[in-house]
């Protein structure tokens, strides 16, 4: 607490006016109460005060006991603590900038890149960075990781254990024993079972033949193990690592004293372990290249804790370095290091099966290969085609040009959605997964069993199929030819055959169709997902049922999709319906189903049919 040294007299005639406290150069702190007292012989301008006396620091036990009682002719201020703060530097001393925190976590930015490879390879990527590590007996590795876990590595996809190679512990002698106890450690798992592997034969291992299994390595790791040993595949198996950890040689003989254990001499040197198999707790990186002695108190106080209460224990602080290859960084990361400063990064593509359909702008173009081939390194095995769309959806089968990147050139995938699976090529039909929250919302919240769904713009079914799984019947029609066959065999392979008719048909054509025929089930739900054009085939239902002869039957419920990039889209888009009635539509529901482009929305508008639209005369040319 903060007080300034001295305190001047006030004598009060009458009320202090407010602007008269201005004209001094108090200092405000907000979490205490300061008696100070001033004398006003006369009013001094600001520029002749003469600056406070330096700040003190008292306890606040000295201070409160003055500040409970109120005396006549003194003033209680309650003080901020910037403006103390800011008094006492200008007074004092010119300010000092901010301590910035240290670099933290891995960057391709920082650490230093791995020497010795060309610069297109992949391992150009590569970044090492140096750490600490207490090596520590495997049996005590769990428990030691979980009461360090604040000052361990913790870095993403880095596990704060390692183990070295080739670090089993056999054919070793046994490190020294605690004196406080000479009782041996309790062999360990791996230990027993590479002991009954050499004791058990061919007939023990038909007794045991999981033991036989995890005792016998694979067939990869065998091949692996050989091609390290001959150099072969050396280089393909360095690139699948994401990372690895290497421990530093020590220096001489006269530097074995700095790496002493922290319980007396417990502690081991430079290859001074023997005998059992042991790991490395990775510790913070700001731990590195230190000391025993000056590792913080709480990593002090565990490893004394674990050497009194755990029997015998040995540990040992070792300088290592850990590298991160090229499959560590994430796809942001390695794009940033690669396009030129400025660019903004791509920030994610729309996945149709195993193809990432990209939307590429015009300063990506002259790096589209690149970011392809990022793209797809870092999705393996999901991904396994890259494409880009050249142009927008011109024609009237909806088909997009796309231009292959990277990958396989086949376009034709299979897309899982809700449970159903959907052929798609999407070079001759069109698919936007971004739309299935969407289907699934028709389907799940309004339609009901004893429906009859017409799809006016089916596609390769994904709203027929879905909604066939749920409702009694579906009318599916496209003008697209390839749309109609991949329909057709997605029906068969998601076994709803009959619960769907498919119809290759004009939308005009196909909806008089249903409405003027005598089907056995009648038309409830009417759905119209062709958002460029749907509003303008709307005429088709004006008149749509004048020549019935039958009574009365119950009007459809048509969900109809548009764009609009008016100020209110929604006011927007029902205009055009009404125009496309002739008629004012009532009781219009809009649903809002995404941000297409800044400033423009795709709007799904649903409402039942008017009988008067209905009954009234056709003003559209029957195809």
Known sequence: MLLYEGIYTLKFIATVPSFALSLFPFAFYSSSLYLIRVQFPCFTPYSMVTPPPPLLRLHPHR???????????????????KSLYATASTSQAAPTAPLQPPPHGPSLRRGRPTTGQPPEAPLSFSRTFDLAALRVPAAACASLERRLRGHLLNWPRVRNIARLPNDDGDGFLSPPKSPRSSSALPPTAVARREKLAREF????????PILAKMSRPAGRTR?????????????????????????????????????????????????????????????????????????????KVVLEHEAEH???????????????????????????????????????????????????????LPYKTLIAQVVLDKNKPKIQTVVNKIDAIQNDYRTMQLEILAGHDSLVTTVIESGLRFRVDLATVYWNSRLSTERQRLVNSIFQNSDVV????????????????????????????????????????????????????????????????????????????????????????????????????????????????????????????????????????MHRVRLVAPGKWMLCASFTLPESVASAKANYITC
Request: a negative charge.
């Open 63 to 81: 201070i409160l006991p003055r500040l409970r009682r109120f005396t006549p002719g003194r003033l209680l201020l309650r003080l901020h603590p």
């Open 454 to 589: 017409c799809d006016v713009f089916s596609g390769v079914g994904p709203i027929a199929i879905s909604a066939a799984k749920k409702v009694k019947y579906v009318y599916a029609n496209d003008l697209n030819p390839a749309a109609v066959e991949y329909l057709e065999r997605n029906i068969v392979l998601n076994k709803l055959e009959r619960k769907i008719e498919v119809f290759n048909m004009d939308a005009r054509r196909f909806v008089n169709a249903m409405f003027s025929s005598q089907h056995v089930h009648p038309v409830t739900q009417v759905v119209m997902n062709l958002p460029k054009d749907a509003a303008e085939f709307l005429d088709v239902f004006r008149g749509i049922l004048r020549n019935r002869q039958t009574g009365h039957i119950a009007m459809p419920k048509i969900h109809v999709y548009g764009f609009s990039k008016a100020e209110d889209p929604e006011y927007d888009f029902h205009e055009r319906i009404n125009l496309a009635l002739c008629d004012n539509v009532p009781g219009v529901e």
């Open 201 to 208: 034969n061919a007939r023990g291992f038909v007794e045991f």
């Open 223 to 299: 091949r692996e193990t050989k091609g390290r040993e001959t150099g072969g595949k050396e280089t393909k198996y360095e690139k699948d690592k994401v990372y690895v950890v290497e421990v530093l040689e020590q220096g001489g003989e006269d530097d074995e004293d700095e790496w002493k254990g922290l319980v007396g001499d417990e502690g081991f040197g430079k290859g001074a372990w023997r005998g059992e198999p042991t790991r490395l707790l990775l510790l913070d990186e700001g731990h590195a290249k230190r000391r025993v002695d000056e590792l913080p108190e709480a990593v």
């Open 310 to 364: 755990g029997g015998p224990f040995a540990y040992e602080l070792v300088q290592c370095q850990i590298t991160l290859f090229y499959n560590y960084w994430p796809m942001n990361e390695v794009l940033e290091a690669l396009l030129p400063e400025g660019i903004i990064i791509p920030a994610g593509f729309e996945t149709v099966g195993h193809i990432a359909h990209l939307n590429l702008r015009d300063e990506h």
